[in-house]
C-alpha cells in the first residue's frame, strides 16, 4: 500500500510541476512528418525514405527506436542499429532540410520498447510499479533525446495500452483512469526536462461512447479515457485511423474541443484523412508500418507516401511539372538520374530480321513506337530511340487460359488448402474473394476493406500485412491479383493471410486444368541481338535504355541474399583478345515498363549502376517506364561487338531495347 499511495502523491505533485510547467516554444509544427519504424530490423532504404520524403515536401521524419538499438540503456539486447548508425541517420535527415523526431514505446507494445526485464515485461509492457522503473524511462529518453541533438518532440506511443493500463493500475491499486493520467503527467513531465514537447497516440484517451470505432480503446471495461481531463493541454494527441470516413471526424473533435494540439496519421490510403486535416490546417504525419528492406517491391507502402503528400499539400494533385501516377513519381525520387554522367555515345540498333523464328508480330512493334519516347535525355546526352529491339516469344497469358477455363475457379496454396474464387475481373462484394488478371487494367480499383495478395507467374510476389488496409493494388503484366473482403466472414481474408511469400500458388478450373502452368512453359533458346561497335577509342562503359513488358517473379535468396532476382539476359562485348559478359537482372537493372519500382540488389539495397531514364502516365491510368543501366568493363578495350542473349525468362517477359550508348 504504500508504494500505491507514493505512487499518487508522486502523480499529483507531477501534475502540479506538469500544469504549471511549459513545453518548448519554437516554431509551427511540421506540416507533413514521415513515422518510420526501425525496429523490424536493419533497413537499408531508409535514407531512400528520406529522399522521397523529402522530394515530396515531408518536413519532418518520425525515427521509432526498439529494442534493437545499441541505446546504453537497454539490457543484455542484441543490437542492430550502433550509436554511431543512428547518429548518421539523424544528420542524412536533417542535411536533407527534415525535422527529426525520436519515438520508442514508453507503456505499451514492448516489442517496440527498449529491452529491459526487469521493467519491461514482453509481453505486456512496461512494469511501473517496479521501484525505479520511471527513473530508468527518464534515463532512456535523456539518452534519445541526446543521440537526437536535443529534439522539439518526442513521440511516445502510448497506443493500444488495455493489458498495460490493466496490469500497472491493479498492481499499484489506483483506477485505470488515474494510473493513465499520473502516467501521461510522469512522461511530458520527462520530456520536458529534456526539451521535447510530448506526443502520444489518442486511442487510450476516447471510447466508443464517444467515437464508435475500433480504435477507440479507453471505455470499458477500464475506462481510462477519463484521464483526457486530467492531463496537460500542451501533450500533442496524434489520432490515427486507417480508414477515415466523414463519421469519423468526431474523434480528432474530441480532442480539439478540449484545447488539445491534434496531429492525423493516415496509412495506406491517406487520402481522406489528409484532405480533412488539409482543410482544417492540421498536421498530418504519414507512418509507414513497413520494413522498406523486407518490402522493396510493395507498390503500396511508396503509393500512400506519395498520397499523402498531394492531399496534405496539394489537394489531391500531383506536383507541377510531376506525372500523376503516384509510383512513378516515387520511383523517380527513390532511384533518381545521378548529377553527372558521361558523354554518351548512341549505338545504332539493328532491326529483328523478319524471318527469324522469334519474330515479333509487327502489330507489337508498332504500337510500342508509338507509345516510346523519341529520345532519351541522360546527362547532357540526348539518345534517340528510332528502332526499339523487342526480343520476345510470349507464352500464353493467364487471360488465354481464362477465356476457356471452366467455372468455378480454384486457387490452391502451397500447402494444398484451397478456396472457390467468386469471380473474376468485377467488383468485390460483400465476403468475396476475386480474381483480378492484367485484363482487367492497371490496377484492381478495390477498397482498403480486405488483403490482397500480388502475383507474378505463379509465384506470390508481395502479401498485404494484415487482413485490411491495402487496396486498389497494382495489377502486373505476367501476373495477377486475389483479392478478398473483410465482410462477417473472414474466411477469405485468412486464406490469403496463410499465403507465404514467393510461395507458389495454382488457378485450376472445375476439369482441375491449372490455368498458370502454360505461362510458365519453357521457350526455345532464343536467338541474340549483334551491336556493330564503330571503331574509336577504347570503350569504358556500355548504357542501356530497356524495360520489359511483363514482370518476373523474384524468389526467396539464400545466405547473405534476401532476394533470387531473375536473369533477363547476358551482354557479352568482344574485342581482339577480350571478351566479358554481364547478367542483367530484373529488379536490379531493369523492371517492367508498365510498373515502376525501386530497383534492388539481391541483399535488398538500392541497386547501383541502374536509373530511371524515363517514365510517363499512359491514358488508361497506368505509367510506362524505360530504365537506365550503366555496365562498366573491368578494363577499356576497343570493343568490335556487343551481343544481347535474352534468358528464356527474359525472352517470355519481352526484353525491350529501346537504345543503346556507349563511354569511351
Not at 176 to 203: E, K
Not at 367 to 390: D, E, F, N, Y
Not at 563 to 591: C, D, I, K, N, S
Request: with cysteine; proline share 9%; charged share 20%.
Amino acid at each position: 500500500m504504500l508504494a500505491y499511495t507514493l505512487f499518487l502523491v508522486a502523480g499529483m505533485s507531477c501534475l502540479g510541476a506538469a500544469l504549471s510547467a511549459k513545453a518548448p516554444e519554437g516554431r509551427d509544427p511540421p506540416t507533413l512528418g514521415l513515422h518510420i519504424l526501425l525496429d523490424f530490423g536493419k533497413s537499408p532504404l531508409v535514407v531512400s525514405l528520406f529522399d522521397l520524403g523529402r522530394g515530396l515536401g515531408y518536413e519532418a521524419v518520425v525515427l521509432e527506436l526498439g529494442g534493437n538499438m545499441a541505446l546504453k540503456a537497454q539490457v543484455d539486447a542484441p543490437a542492430d542499429w550502433s550509436i554511431a548508425e543512428i547518429r548518421r541517420l539523424v544528420a542524412e535527415a536533417r542535411r536533407r532540410g527534415l525535422e527529426v523526431i525520436p519515438s520508442t514505446s514508453l507503456l505499451s507494445h514492448p516489442e517496440c520498447a527498449p529491452r529491459n526485464p526487469q521493467y519491461i515485461d514482453r509481453a505486456m509492457g512496461w512494469r511501473l510499479w517496479e521501484p525505479g522503473a520511471y527513473e530508468y524511462m527518464a534515463r532512456v529518453v535523456e539518452e534519445i533525446c541526446e543521440l537526437f541533438g536535443r529534439p522539439r518532440y518526442f513521440h511516445a506511443r502510448l497506443d493500444e495500452a488495455v493489458d498495460a493500463v490493466a496490469a500497472n493500475s491493479a498492481k499499484l491499486g489506483v483506477t485505470p483512469a488515474d494510473f493513465l493520467a499520473a502516467h501521461i503527467r510522469r512522461v511530458r513531465d520527462i520530456c520536458c526536462r529534456n526539451g521535447a514537447q510530448l506526443i502520444i497516440w489518442h486511442d487510450m484517451l476516447i471510447s466508443r461512447e464517444h467515437v464508435p470505432f475500433a480504435n477507440s480503446l479507453g471505455g470499458l471495461p477500464l475506462n481510462c479515457w477519463q484521464a483526457v481531463e486530467e492531463i496537460p493541454r500542451d501533450v500533442i494527441i496524434n489520432f490515427w485511423l486507417y480508414d477515415f470516413e466523414p463519421q469519423h471526424a468526431a474523434g480528432p473533435e474530441f480532442f480539439l474541443r478540449r484545447g488539445f494540439e491534434v496531429w492525423l496519421s493516415p496509412w495506406l490510403c491517406p487520402a481522406p484523412m489528409s484532405r480533412w486535416a488539409a482543410e482544417r490546417n492540421l498536421p498530418v504525419l504519414e507512418t509507414t508500418w513497413i520494413d522498406p528492406s523486407a518490402y522493396p517491391f510493395t507498390q503500396w507502402l511508396v503509393r500512400g507516401i506519395v498520397a499523402a503528400a498531394d492531399w496534405r499539400l496539394r489537394g489531391g494533385k500531383p506536383a507541377s511539372g510531376q506525372p500523376a501516377d503516384p509510383l512513378l513519381r516515387a520511383a523517380r525520387l527513390l532511384v533518381p538520374t545521378p548529377s553527372r554522367i558521361p558523354a554518351l555515345q548512341p549505338l545504332s540498333l539493328p532491326p529483328v530480321p523478319s524471318d527469324d523464328a522469334a519474330a515479333v508480330e509487327t502489330g507489337q512493334t508498332e504500337h510500342l513506337g508509338r507509345l516510346l519516347p523519341k529520345a532519351v535525355t541522360l546527362g547532357q546526352t540526348s539518345i534517340p530511340v528510332q528502332r526499339p529491339a523487342l526480343l520476345y516469344q510470349p507464352a500464353p497469358t493467364l487471360d488465354d487460359n481464362l477465356r476457356d477455363a471452366k467455372p468455378p475457379l480454384r486457387v490452391i496454396r502451397a500447402d494444398g488448402t484451397s478456396r472457390e474464387i467468386n469471380g473474376v475481373n468485377r467488383p468485390r462484394g460483400q465476403g468475396e474473394l476475386i480474381l483480378y488478371s492484367p485484363a482487367h487494367g492497371p490496377r484492381t480499383g478495390t477498397n482498403i476493406y480486405g488483403p490482397e495478395q500480388v502475383a507474378v507467374g505463379n509465384i506470390l510476389q508481395d502479401i498485404a500485412p494484415d487482413t485490411y488496409g491495402v487496396g486498389d493494388s497494382y495489377i502486373p503484366p505476367g501476373g495477377f491479383v486475389l483479392s478478398a473482403h473483410c465482410g462477417d466472414d473472414l474466411a477469405g481474408p485468412r486464406f490469403l493471410s496463410g499465403m507465404g511469400r514467393f510461395q507458389p500458388v495454382r488457378i485450376v478450373d472445375a476439369d482441375g486444368r491449372d490455368l498458370l502452368a502454360a505461362t510458365e512453359e519453357a521457350s526455345p533458346a532464343p536467338p541474340g541481338l549483334r551491336i556493330e561497335i564503330p571503331a574509336g577509342r577504347p570503350v569504358r562503359e556500355i548504357w542501356l535504355v530497356h524495360a520489359t513488358l511483363r514482370a518476373l517473379p523474384v524468389l526467396a535468396g539464400a545466405g547473405d541474399k534476401l532476394y533470387h532476382l531473375p536473369v533477363v539476359g547476358h551482354l557479352a562485348v568482344e574485342a581482339p583478345g577480350f571478351q566479358e559478359t554481364f547478367e542483367v537482372r530484373w529488379g536490379e537493372h531493369v523492371a517492367c515498363w508498365r510498373l515502376p519500382r525501386c530497383l534492388v540488389d539481391e541483399s535488398g539495397r538500392p541497386a547501383r549502376d541502374a536509373w530511371l531514364a524515363w517514365g510517363t502516365d499512359d491514358h488508361d491510368g497506368s505509367a510506362m517506364c524505360l530504365w537506365a543501366t550503366r555496365l562498366r568493363l573491368t578494363k577499356p578495350a576497343g570493343l568490335t561487338q556487343l551481343r544481347l542473349d535474352p534468358t528464356p525468362a527474359g525472352w517470355r517477359a519481352g526484353w525491350l531495347i529501346a537504345a543503346a550508348a556507349l563511354v569511351r
